[in-house]
Structure formats: structure tokens, C-alpha cells
């Protein structure tokens, strides 16, 4: 009996200590890593998660010397190790609309990744206050 209540303390200490993504994250770092050549773009916008599946991302990046500019509306689905970012049924195209390996998720700090399919690789370093 007392090992299960052991057990279940455990299980509910790391439970109720899991960082929530339902915040304004400040997108730090944006790299794109592309057949050998890399680019980096540094505090390029926010991304807002709210607790409905919904969010709002304003950003402002340039990859390769292209310039870009994200100010929509998404829908997500969190998972244990992956977050899906998906276009709110806007016309405008985003290189952030997609599934995202979650690296390192701290409460204050994330680490993602993700692939396009054709040899380039993006990652997005997020904090809060």
C-alpha cells in the first residue's frame, strides 16, 4: 500500500510539472539547414497557443535572402512528443504549418524540428518570460 501511494505521488508530481504550451512564446532562433548550407533568423516573431486548439503567429524572417511575413491564424494538436500545426483555413501559405518534433520542452524554454521532405531540415527555439 504504501509503495502505490509512493507510485501515484510520483506519477502526479510529474504530471502537474509538465510545461504547458498555452502561452505567447517568442520565437528566438528560426535555422534552416539545407543540403549542407544552414541559415538562422533570431527573434523573428511570437506564436501564441491558447487552450482551445487555437493560436495566432506574428512573424517576420528572412531564409536564403527570401523575406517572409506569418501574421495568421492556426489550429494544433499537442502531443506527448509532437505538436501539428495547421493553417486556420486561411489562403496565405506557412513554412510553419506542420508537425513539429518537440526536442527539448522545458517551461520556459523549447527546442523544435521538423523536415520539409526534400534534404532540409528547420528548427525553432522558443522562451517565455
Not at 3 to 32: Q, T
Not at 80 to 88: C, F, L
Request: glycine letters at 4%.
Amino acid at each position: 500500500m504504501k509503495n502505490k501511494l509512493i507510485l501515484l505521488f510520483a506519477a502526479v508530481s510529474l504530471v502537474s510539472c509538465s510545461p504547458s504550451i498555452v502561452n505567447s512564446w517568442n520565437i528566438d532562433k528560426y535555422e534552416v539547414i539545407k543540403k549542407g548550407q544552414s541559415t538562422t533568423s533570431n527573434n523573428i516573431g511570437t506564436i501564441s497557443f491558447n487552450s482551445d486548439g487555437k493560436g495566432v503567429k506574428d512573424i517576420n524572417y528572412n531564409v536564403f535572402q527570401n523575406d517572409y511575413s506569418d501574421k495568421s491564424q492556426f489550429s494544433y494538436e499537442l502531443h506527448e512528443d509532437y505538436i501539428i500545426i495547421k493553417s486556420a483555413g486561411e489562403e496565405q501559405e506557412s513554412h510553419l504549418n506542420k508537425t513539429w518534433i518537440i526536442v527539448s520542452d522545458k517551461s520556459k524554454k523549447q527546442v523544435w524540428k521538423s523536415t520539409d521532405g526534400q534534404q532540409s531540415v528547420q528548427v525553432l527555439e522558443l522562451s517565455r518570460e
